[in-house]
């Protein structure tokens, strides 16, 4: 396969060689073609022309020429990755269904496929990092750097014209990262609760496992126990914090996020070492493969949710470019501070005054639309990119794949590939396959379906707990339009003009999610009720504001 990869490669760019020498003829046919006068001195003026003339030649074919073998040279190194991940994976994957076709179709527990088998860890940079050493793509962000300048000129121009005096306030940002005392001893609860908890109840399972004389209790008990710590602890415990100590929405946010985050790390760290303890009890070996505390202590803040015991590394850590990730997420979250206090809060704050209708509505959505992709892109960067990367390079975690190229998808099952990636190896390994796994490979739309119902249950209830309301607006976008669109529009759409509608209904949705979630905001701010039942924390108050006073 690889001979046959390089063979291709190198056709390709024999027919780019010929192309190049046909330029190359005809440029020094055209400099034979100087005339020479008499008295051995070339025309100047005739001299400059065909220096003219070569210049535009070569610019024709110089995006050619780097076009072409740009794109061959990564088509032959993505394919090359993907065939030799699926010669690791091949056999595994055959042997299995062959077995399973041997037995009537009948499953047999102990043929899941071991952790080394699933997502391989390679060293590799983030895609934005190799964009930013091209001079052109860093021009893009250094537009969205001027466009924060403005921002701060603009908010310290009103101020002083209003107020006659620079007011440098960060009222906003104060306000929705308050409580952070709070914020700091929950998280510490919920971290030193995962570290521990888990790795002791996984240990006790494994080291008893084969010397338990029913196996099966001992492993039902020890997994009920789990099942509690999941959801009791980790599950009720932070949710009643933000519910009972009223945080504030960021305050809240990081609560919500970071519980949704060890709940699955945990997951995976029980799920991937089970299977390890039934093949050695299977195999009667005497040593039990437990990993070490460090282990599952470095994979709890490594930027991955899939566990492995090892990861590849990187030789050093680079203080300066972790130094830089934080600046950028700071810069960010000034960055979204100031769309809310220049387009959000002007256009929200007068809801009250303003009948509810469709036209209102209408204008509300199309005036979103722009601080909503904003605050999209401010948080896949700030996130996914310096966040992420920065604890990757002070814990030399080497694969740094945390998105890839979703800018360019011409469709949305590509875009949920690709937006997330951390997020979307936990769902496919541990959600899609173990979907497939019990209830056999004819349930792909039924597993697909449950993956995209718990994706979306999971946003919706990070969101309402994060805004105290219940609003169902991204719930119905993600698991009704979002879903639709993954089977309508999917991957055997490549042309141009997909990307197009796939930007275009992007742009619309963030428009209608910062609308209508910023509308229920500002009603329930402006109309507040004295004694509110449950039934007024999921009703809608921005459509009956203007009626309570």
């Given at each position: 396969m690889v001979g046959e990869e390089k063979m291709c490669l190198r056709k390709r760019l024999s027919k780019s060689d010929e192309n190049l020498e046909e330029s190359e003829e005809e440029r020094n046919s055209s400099e034979e073609s100087l005339e020479t006068p008499s008295n051995g001195q070339i025309d100047i003026k005739q001299l400059i022309a065909k220096k003219i003339q070569l210049t535009a030649e070569a610019e024709e074919l110089k995006p050619f020429f780097m076009k072409e073998v740009g794109s061959h040279f990564d088509d032959f190194v993505t394919n090359l990755i993907e065939k030799s991940a699926s010669l690791d994976n091949g056999g595994c994957a055959v042997t299995t269904f062959s077995v399973l076709k041997g037995e009537n179709n009948h499953r047999a527990k102990d043929l899941r496929a071991p952790p080394e088998?699933?997502?391989?860890?390679?060293?590799?940079?983030?895609?934005?990092?190799?964009?930013?050493?091209?001079?052109?793509?860093?021009?893009?962000?250094?537009?969205?750097?001027?466009?924060?300048?403005?921002?701060?000129?603009?908010?310290?121009?009103?101020?002083?014209?209003?107020?006659?005096?620079?007011?440098?306030?960060?009222?906003?940002?104060?306000?929705?990262?308050?409580?952070?005392?709070?914020?700091?001893?929950?998280?510490?609860?919920?971290?030193?609760?995962?570290?521990?908890?888990?790795?002791?109840?996984?240990?006790?399972?494994?080291?008893?496992?084969?010397?338990?004389?029913?196996?099966?209790?001992?492993?039902?008990?020890?997994?009920?126990?789990?099942?509690?710590?999941?959801?009791?602890?980790?599950?009720?415990?932070?949710?009643?914090?933000?519910?009972?100590?009223?945080?504030?929405?960021?305050?809240?946010?990081?609560?919500?996020?970071?519980?949704?985050?060890l709940i699955m790390k945990a997951h995976s760290f029980v799920r991937e070492n089970v299977p390890r303890v039934l093949n050695s009890a299977k195999k009667k070996s005497r040593t039990v493969p437990v990993p070490t505390v460090n282990q599952y202590l470095y994979f709890l803040f490594a930027p991955t949710l899939i566990y492995r015991d090892n990861y590849p590394r990187t030789p050093t850590v680079r203080w300066s470019y972790v130094a830089m990730q934080f600046a950028q997420v700071l810069g960010c979250l000034f960055y979204v501070y100031y769309i809310f206090e220049r387009l959000c809060v002007p256009l929200f704050r007068n809801i009250k005054q303003e009948p509810f209708s469709a036209r209102v509505l209408v204008l509300c959505v199309f005036n979103s639309i722009l601080p909503g992709v904003l605050i999209l892109l401010l948080i896949f960067f700030a996130f996914l990119h310096c966040w992420l990367n920065a604890f990757a390079e002070m814990l030399r975690f080497?694969?740094?794949?945390?998105?890839?190229?979703?800018?360019?998808?011409?469709?949305?099952?590509?875009?949920?590939?690709?937006?997330?990636?951390?997020?979307?190896?936990?769902?496919?390994?541990?959600?899609?396959?173990?979907?497939?796994?019990?209830?056999?490979?004819?349930?792909?739309?039924?597993?697909?379906?449950?993956?995209?119902?718990?994706?979306?249950?999971?946003?919706?209830?990070?969101?309402?707990?994060?805004?105290?309301?219940?609003?169902?607006?991204?719930?119905?976008?993600?698991?009704?339009?979002?879903?639709?669109?993954?089977?309508?529009?999917?991957?055997?759409?490549?042309?141009?003009?997909?990307?197009?509608?796939?930007?275009?209904?992007?742009?619309?949705?963030?428009?209608?999610?910062?609308?209508?979630?910023?509308?229920?905001?500002?009603?329930?701010?402006?109309?507040?009720?004295?004694?509110?039942?449950?039934?007024?924390?999921?009703?809608?108050?921005?459509?009956?504001?203007?009626?309570?006073?």
């Open positions: 088998h699933g997502k391989i860890f390679v060293v590799r940079q983030s895609l934005l990092d190799e964009l930013f050493e091209v001079d052109h793509i860093r021009t893009i962000y250094h537009m969205f750097i001027a466009l924060l300048i403005l921002f701060i000129l603009s908010t310290v121009v009103v101020d002083y014209i209003d107020e006659g005096r620079l007011v440098l306030e960060f009222s906003l940002i104060s306000y929705a990262f308050g409580k952070l005392s709070i914020v700091m001893w929950t998280w510490w609860t919920m971290f030193l609760c995962t570290l521990s908890i888990p790795y002791f109840l996984f240990q006790r399972w494994a080291r008893g496992y084969s010397k338990s004389s029913h196996p099966v209790i001992h492993s039902l008990f020890h997994c009920l126990l789990f099942m509690v710590f999941q959801m009791g602890i980790l599950g009720l415990g932070p949710t009643y914090v933000v519910l009972a100590y009223t945080l504030p929405p960021a305050s809240r946010c990081i609560v919500i996020f970071e519980q949704i985050r080497g694969d740094r794949m945390f998105y890839k190229d979703w800018w360019n998808s011409t469709s949305y099952s590509n875009y949920y590939r690709t937006w997330n990636v951390v997020v979307h190896d936990w769902l496919y390994y541990y959600a899609y396959k173990d979907f497939l796994w019990v209830f056999t490979k004819k349930f792909r739309a039924a597993a697909m379906l449950a993956v995209f119902a718990v994706s979306a249950v999971v946003h919706e209830y990070a969101l309402a707990l994060c805004l105290n309301f219940f609003y169902p607006v991204l719930f119905v976008l993600f698991m009704f339009f979002g879903m639709a669109f993954n089977f309508v529009v999917n991957d055997s759409r490549k042309r141009p003009i997909w990307n197009v509608m796939m930007w275009t209904s992007l742009f619309a949705g963030n428009g209608v999610i910062l609308c209508f979630y910023s509308q229920e905001w500002y009603a329930r701010q402006h109309c507040p009720l004295k004694n509110p039942t449950f039934l007024d924390y999921i009703q809608p108050r921005s459509w009956t504001c203007r009626y309570m006073f």
